[in-house]
């Protein structure tokens, strides 16, 4: 199994459309990227921590790659926006790509290439560095699924 940690905006949706995927085996929603030590939801809330909210994915890389993963990544959000997706303002909702080898970081900066020519905007998708991940509360994990939805916007 491999792990693979995106962010792309309110974790909800974004977890549910990873979800979906075969080959996908685990999704966790979480926090990522800042520099407050196992921050709460509420104090990720206040653009103070420096996380992102993120989606952890473990995956069988013998039924999904780590492309078809950037895919649904891309595809999932609006990449080319500063701290915002939608409605959600705020450091935490930003564009991310955690990597966790040289080689993710490698198909990451080659997926960005190929995206950006179809495109009216650049992306401003970092692409950092996983570091510590601190799982979000129990009322986060699944939480489209927990209640009947696909989405969170209608």
């Not at 459309?17 to 921050?39: C, K, M, N, S, W």
Request: glycine fraction near 8%; aromatic fraction near 12%.
């Amino acid at each position: 199994m491999e792990t693979a940690t995106f962010g792309a905006g309110c974790f909800w949706g974004v977890e549910e459309a990873f979800r979906q995927i075969p080959g996908v085996v685990e999704t966790a929603v979480g926090y990522l990227g800042g520099h407050t030590q196992d921050p709460t939801y509420k104090e990720v809330c206040t653009d103070q921590t420096g996380h992102a909210e993120v989606v952890q994915v473990t995956y069988d890389p013998q039924k999904v790659n780590y492309e078809r993963l950037l895919d649904v990544f891309w595809s999932s959000h609006d990449p080319t926006t500063i701290n915002r997706q939608g409605p959600d303002v705020g450091t935490q909702y930003r564009s991310a790509i955690f990597f966790h080898s040289p080689e993710q970081e490698r198909i990451a900066r080659a997926s960005k290439e190929k995206t950006q020519p179809k495109l009216r905007r650049p992306i401003v998708t970092e692409i950092t560095a996983a570091k510590t991940f601190y799982r979000a509360e129990e009322y986060h994990q699944k939480y489209l699924a927990k209640r009947g939805m696909s989405h969170c916007h209608i």
